[in-house]
């Protein structure tokens, strides 16, 4: 400790700060690697509780020293312990249920409860069991069911019953057959109640229409995920987009037919009509002889006979009358449009290669079919065949790797918290830690390498350039020792103190 303190005290203010950023960072290293290796990885305990209901559970949590957090509306855990901690809270009767159903009525009594008492709980029960049931199914989140049930009061028609159901969804809006499903369920459940009479409304879009109110987008849309149902078997997922338009009549019509067939005829009554005349004439006078009946008067005569037979039949033709109304809503053009994306390339770096003519032609023939394309009514389909483009749609973006790339992840990341650990030990600490060497004094060169006095006289004849070199050579060779010390006191001290203390 004593060894520590003189360190420290002899360090700066500048090392000091660096050595305390660097053993925290040390500390921190270590506490991860003393983590287990799965715990930071967070997952969902549960989503969509009341408040008071999640706040039961974050307490049950906590209690028992639980590492949780708090999302919005959700509970997140340590994706190890999760099922684990469903377990447990659901032993504890957590998280309970939020709607409460029969047994409300377990706490009525037969004394002090009258009967509008008992009938609002029986209908609060009846619909806190509707929630339940609604709940259970996949991706539902929040449900809440609202039953009019009416009432029969004296000299008054009976109310019809009604109900509202409210949903919220984790996956996108309510689909129209599921909705429609729920409007099943709450008819079944009360007596006399009509599922067109049950109204189905998401928390997101608001109300959901029924088949029968569906407007033409909806009629549209559920030809448009038939045909593409179908086209994508063939080009798979991802790989063919359907439109279709539907063009309807919008207004009402009245059509009245009369139709007369000649070739069908029914007599109905028929007449029939006989006439008979005769007369006789005489040429001579008239006597009391010529009109004796037996003819036995004198003279001659002449005699005249008419028979006429008449019949009228009188006959009806078939007749056949029609009156058609014809109101809003009827098909009156239908147009589809397919397009199908190109075969990838043969090698790689090569363009999409269009899809053969058979093959549209029997596409085309498929959608054709399953929308119910007449062509005597005016219906079209176009089928094509061009590239897609690469396009990052919201919600697309790579996930996260799974498996054993994850895994290798995972046994990565203590590896690498153990390097960071030791470098900042290694590089850091030790090196700040460590004592200043102490500066060496200058040493003062020997008398004995004092500068010799220049000669006053000089030589008669000049000196060669080389001769102070080979001098000064001669000298070093003989105080080698000495001219190594002075050397070194040069350097660090500089030429001109050296000179000055020379």
């Given at each position: 400790m004593t060894g520590l303190a003189q360190v420290w005290g002899g360090l700066d203010a500048r090392r000091r700060a660096a050595?305390?950023?660097?053993?925290?960072?040390?500390?921190?290293?270590?506490?991860?690697?003393a983590r287990p290796t799965g715990s930071g990885e967070m997952a969902?305990?549960?989503?969509?509780?009341?408040?008071?209901?999640?706040?039961?559970?974050?307490?049950?949590l906590a209690a028992r020293g639980v590492a949780h957090e708090v999302r919005g509306d959700a509970v997140w855990v340590a994706a190890a312990a999760r099922d684990l901690e469903r377990v447990t809270l659901a032993a504890q009767g957590l998280p309970a249920p939020s709607a409460r159903g029969y047994e409300l009525l377990d706490g009525l009594s037969g004394f002090g409860t009258t009967a509008q008492m008992f009938d609002a709980a029986y209908w609060r029960a009846k619909e806190g069991e509707l929630a339940r049931t609604i709940l259970a199914v996949p991706g539902?989140?929040?449900?809440?069911?609202h039953i009019s049930a009416g009432g029969s009061r004296p000299f008054?028609?009976?109310?019809?019953?009604?109900?509202?159901?409210?949903?919220?969804?984790?996956?996108?809006?309510?689909?129209?057959?599921?909705?429609?499903?729920?409007?099943?369920?709450?008819?079944?459940?009360?007596?006399?109640?009509?599922?067109?009479?049950?109204?189905?409304?998401?928390?997101?879009?608001?109300?959901?229409?029924?088949?029968?109110?569906?407007?033409?987008?909806?009629?549209?849309?559920?030809?448009?995920?038939?045909?593409?149902?179908?086209?994508?078997?063939?080009?798979?997922?991802?790989?063919?987009?359907?439109?279709?338009?539907?063009?309807?009549v919008t207004e009402t019509e009245t059509v009245t037919e009369r139709r007369l067939d000649p070739e069908s005829r029914v007599a109905i009554s028929t007449e029939m009509e006989e006439t008979?005349?005769?007369?006789?004439?005489?040429?001579?006078?008239?006597?009391?002889?010529?009109?004796?009946?037996?003819?036995?008067?004198?003279?001659?005569?002449?005699?005249?006979?008419?028979?006429?037979?008449?019949?009228?039949?009188?006959?009806?033709?078939?007749?056949?009358?029609?009156?058609?109304?014809?109101?809003p809503g009827a098909v009156r053009r239908l147009t589809v449009a397919v397009l199908v994306n190109d075969l990838p390339p043969e090698e790689p770096g090569g363009?999409?290669?269009?899809?053969?003519?058979?093959?549209?032609?029997?596409?085309?023939?498929?959608?054709?079919?399953?929308?119910?394309?007449?062509?005597?009514?005016?219906?079209?389909?176009?089928?094509?065949?061009?590239?897609?483009?690469?396009?990052?749609?919201?919600?697309?973006?790579?996930?996260?790797?799974?498996?054993?790339?994850?895994n290798g992840m995972a046994?990565?990341?203590?590896?690498?918290?153990?390097?960071?650990?030791?470098?900042?030990?290694?590089?850091?600490?030790?090196?700040?830690?460590?004592?200043?060497?102490?500066?060496?004094?200058?040493?003062?060169p020997p008398a004995a390498l004092a500068p010799m006095p220049l000669p006053t006289a000089l030589p008669s004849a000049p000196s060669s350039p080389e001769e102070p070199a080979a001098r000064l050579r001669r000298l070093i060779e003989a105080r080698g020792e000495e001219a190594a010390r002075l050397l070194e006191t040069w350097i660090e001290t500089g030429p001109a103190r050296a000179g000055g203390e020379g």
């Open positions: 050595v305390v950023g660097a053993t925290l960072a040390i500390l921190a290293a270590v506490l991860a690697l969902l305990l549960y989503a969509g509780l009341e408040p008071g209901t999640a706040g039961e559970v974050v307490a049950a539902v989140r929040t449900a809440r069911v008054r028609a009976p109310e019809r019953a009604s109900a509202a159901v409210t949903v919220a969804t984790s996956g996108g809006p309510l689909p129209p057959g599921q909705a429609r499903a729920l409007r099943h369920l709450v008819a079944a459940a009360v007596a006399g109640l009509d599922p067109g009479r049950v109204a189905v409304i998401d928390a997101a879009t608001g109300l959901v229409a029924d088949a029968a109110e569906a407007a033409p987008d909806s009629r549209a849309d559920a030809l448009r995920e038939r045909a593409l149902r179908l086209v994508e078997a063939r080009v798979g997922p991802g790989n063919a987009v359907v439109e279709v338009a539907v063009e309807t008979e005349t005769s007369s006789r004439g005489a040429d001579g006078p008239v006597t009391v002889a010529s009109n004796l009946p037996d003819g036995d008067a004198a003279g001659t005569g002449t005699a005249s006979s008419e028979t006429t037979a008449r019949t009228t039949t009188n006959y009806d033709l078939s007749e056949t009358s029609r009156e058609v109304l014809r109101a363009s999409p290669r269009p899809r053969s003519a058979d093959e549209l032609a029997a596409l085309g023939a498929l959608v054709a079919s399953a929308v119910g394309l007449d062509e005597g009514r005016g219906d079209a389909i176009t089928v094509r065949s061009m590239p897609f483009e690469g396009v990052l749609l919201p919600g697309s973006e790579p996930a996260l790797p799974q498996g054993p790339v994850r046994l990565l990341r203590p590896l690498l918290l153990a390097a960071v650990a030791l470098g900042l030990g290694l590089f850091v600490l030790r090196p700040l830690l460590r004592p200043p060497a102490p500066t060496p004094a200058p040493a003062a």
